[in-house]
């Protein structure tokens, strides 16, 4: 058997030279005392043979790979970051890479102090969707380090680098062009922050849509926040109370769409029938939420394999642009919108 | 100002010392061309002088702390990890701790592997909700290789170790006795399995419970595995098609229930009124239900908090039980139970 130099040898190609489990390799070359001397012998002699270094720590001193990757986002929590985790997760570890997670809350300095564990750790690059008002400083002190970032589902004002996320304005202007083609003229958008590339393409998209269609855009009608089930539930009395009553509300995302559906029901509305909603991100519950939400797909497992690629790529020496990718969402009609009801 | 020899020296000290910001002074400690020269020598020179050791790879492997812990769950995207995982985060934060994040799926290779990449990272200890079926070999493997286990939500069978949890069987008892109190005789129990310690203990909560009040167990109201929304959904209609029609189900959790009442609007049944329900977890969005669910609080937080201090406890030398501690749950009562209509 041939190992290329600077190849790195896994545990489990210890293993399969024996024919023992990588739990056993694994013991062994701690020397276990669980594991037979003898055997322990054996694997330690073969391992050598093939040039494998157990302490990682001291590998990385050496050679400049830690295998590490940092992936951060404002609240794993968020469902919609599900899929978007996992699909990095299976890049990295088909290319045997460890993965490690962070919070930031979108509070810059807990986002700072992450990065500065990473070069702590000497991890290879960091995977990230921006906290709001992240500093351009920030993002230099990892790249002049050695830490290349590539940014998710958001991207960093004034700032030039990869960037793998959802074309924002263009999904929300298809939600809002279906409810103006059901007939709905009064058409409120709810939450979403301009503090964020999201939120802010989703506000202009919506803007655009109305526009288009000759329609009246009022500030008012713009209930800005809410990103979260409370968050959505919680405004719902506000926009049931709007001037000129509302009959449909473009949503930020499915958490608010389905917050503000339960807080319109809570009220004695029908969401559905009497108000229209539509959400973003098609999650797994738009579906079997009640009524069934009308919302966009947003390509959120490409982007997280993408972004997974291209920091690869970058690792690999390979040119990655540093530009947005955008990815183009898909709508999905369900029961959450019909044509409109005087109220 | 003086150091205690062993004592971590933070960025935040030496930046403060020097009037400057920790972003500063960690640019600095990196020759980043980012600094002037002589803003840089001067740091240094400081940081020199308290004793700081910048490279923690370099540092770790001279102490034999690296100051890194493993938090593993099945699932980081359940929100009911989302209370656990922040108060952990709260916890270890304030000691300096690094936190790195696995999803084991509940497989146990992908625990293992896990395990493995800590050991190989130099992780100080790991703080974990084991896999179904999680064999006592892979903890032992572990704890021989200095790297202590704290065990939160579920215990492995057969392995005495800290384990943090909610009382599951009482908590069950609870619930299930509530709905007892308001007239229902014909109990179902949605969810769970008997391959977590978890499952079993909830579903010995409801055979006692129902016993107690001398009412039947029937084991064909016993509908195994929902454990999320979508499965509490899927399982709507076998619920609703069950022989003898019971008027309420115990659900294994939040998700589940919250699903299962969807599932039984979606067939045109009315949660709260012709079905009551009950969860487990008390999650945020159990109080926006539609309708408001009625759950149990499940102590997440205070379990997370306990387990990261019992680990930290272990890593001071300190003596920590290997046995349960169990956290009292309590009841939430909302409008997803009622007295009982006949169907």
């Not at 919609?80 to 300095?109: C, K, M, V, W």
């Not at 990065?115 to 351009?136: F, K, N, R, W, Y």
């Not at 999904?171 to 083609?181: F, P, Q, W, Y």
Request: with cysteine; glycine share 10%; proline share 5%.
């Amino acid at each position: 058997m041939t190992i290329k130099s600077g190849q790195k040898i896994k545990l489990s190609t210890i293993a399969d030279g024996l024919g023992v489990s990588t739990a056993t390799v694994s013991l062994a070359l701690r020397d276990s005392p669980l594991i037979a001397e003898e055997t322990r012998n054996r694997i330690k002699q073969h391992a050598q043979a093939l040039g494998y270094i157990y302490n990682r720590r001291a590998a990385s001193l050496r050679t400049s790979r830690s295998g590490i990757i940092g992936v951060m986002v404002h609240d794993i929590m968020n469902p919609f970051f599900a899929e978007i985790l996992r699909s990095i997760e299976i890049e990295l570890d088909r290319n045997g890479h460890t993965f490690i997670l962070g919070n930031h809350y979108d509070q810059p300095e807990k986002q700072r102090r992450f990065i500065e564990t990473l070069l702590q750790l000497g991890a290879d690059g960091v995977i990230m969707s921006p906290a709001i008002c992240t500093p351009v400083a920030d993002i230099n002190l990892a790249e002049a380090n050695g830490l290349p970032v590539v940014f998710i589902a958001r991207r960093v004002e004034d700032l030039k680098a990869p960037v793998f996320r959802g074309d924002d304005a263009y999904g929300i202007e298809l939600a809002t062009r279906h409810l103006i083609s059901l007939g709905h003229r009064r058409i409120a958008m709810i939450g979403g922050t301009d503090y964020t590339s999201t939120g802010r393409d989703r506000y202009r998209g919506y803007q655009q849509a109305m526009s288009q269609a000759g329609l009246e855009v009022k500030p008012e009608w713009r209930l800005a926040g809410p990103r979260t089930k409370q968050g959505g539930f919680d405004i719902a009395p506000r926009f049931l109370a709007l001037a000129d009553k509302p009959t449909a509300a473009v949503c930020y995302n499915d958490l608010a769409a389905i917050g503000l559906m339960n807080g319109v029901a809570r009220a004695g509305h029908s969401p559905g029938e009497d108000i229209s909603v539509t959400g973003y991100d098609n999650l797994e519950e738009a579906a079997i939420a009640i009524p069934a939400l009308t919302t966009l797909w947003n390509g959120q497992g490409e982007a997280g394999r993408r972004a997974a690629r291209a920091l690869l790529d970058l690792l690999n020496g390979q040119p990655v642009p540093h530009e947005q990718e955008l990815i183009r969402p898909q709508l999905h009609i369900r029961h959450s919108t019909a044509a409109p009801k005087e109220r």
